[in-house]
T-cell receptor
């Protein structure tokens, strides 16, 4: 089955760029997703990329997909304190659900 | 729009007690899921449903039961709670497979003493 791995912590200074990395095992996912979880809240879809794309840009967010290496990354430009959250990478599971990584906790220091 | 609503948001149980978590969605979604989130473990799928009247086991189903009698509701039951079931539970729904976004509830924090 699908396995999704990501680093657990990332700390950056306000105004810097943040890059969160993710690797996955199942290449059959049609879409790959990034979800954001703020403290005490549920997960919200941040962005996604279709599996036949290499890059997707959405304002401060850039998603890069390397299908050969099964590597997905999320870049947040000009990171703000409001971006502090846990970010989850996710791909399709065999049961129509999503398989999530363990989440990367992003801390933004002023 | 309410989206996905979970009740209750917080609950404390004693070992051996039973309880039911309710998930309701108003988006007419076919697919519904129950996940649990534990520190350092990410989200793990407990049970899921692909439509009214259907349920299936996910990755960590032991100790839980579910029912989907109405399309909009997905219930998660604990018949005899154990401390290992202390967790934050999230319900999610999805309209379409593969292309559809998962919409999450706010979570239900359960503590079993």
């Amino acid at each position: 089955g699908e396995d999704v791995e990501q680093s657990l912590f990332l700390s950056v200074r306000e105004g810097d760029s943040s890059v969160i990395n993710c690797t996955y095992t199942d290449s059959s996912s049609t879409y790959l997703y990034w979800y954001k979880q703020e403290p005490g809240a549920g997960l919200q879809l941040l962005t996604y990329i279709f599996s036949n794309m290499d890059m997707k840009q959405d304002q401060r967010l850039t998603v890069l997909l390397n299908k050969k290496d099964k590597h997905l990354s999320l870049r947040i430009a000009d990171t703000q304190t409001g971006d502090s959250a846990i970010y989850f990478c996710a791909g399709g599971g065999s049961q129509g659900n999503l398989i999530f990584g363990k989440g990367t906790k992003l801390s933004v220091k002023p | 729009n309410a989206g996905v609503t979970q009740t209750p948001k917080f609950r404390v149980l004693k070992t051996g007690q039973s309880m039911t978590l309710l998930c309701a969605q108003d988006m007419n979604h076919e697919y519904m899921y129950w996940y649990r989130q534990d520190p350092g473990m990410g989200l793990r799928l407990i049970h899921y449903s692909v439509g009214e009247g259907t349920t299936a086991k996910g990755e960590v189903p032991d100790g839980y039961n579910v029912s989907r009698l109405k399309k909009q509701n997905f219930l998660l039951g604990l018949e005899s709670a154990a401390p290992s079931q202390t967790s934050v539970y999230f319900c999610a729904s999805r309209g379409q497979l593969n292309t559809g976004e998962l919409f999450f509830g706010e979570g239900s924090r359960l503590t079993v003493l």
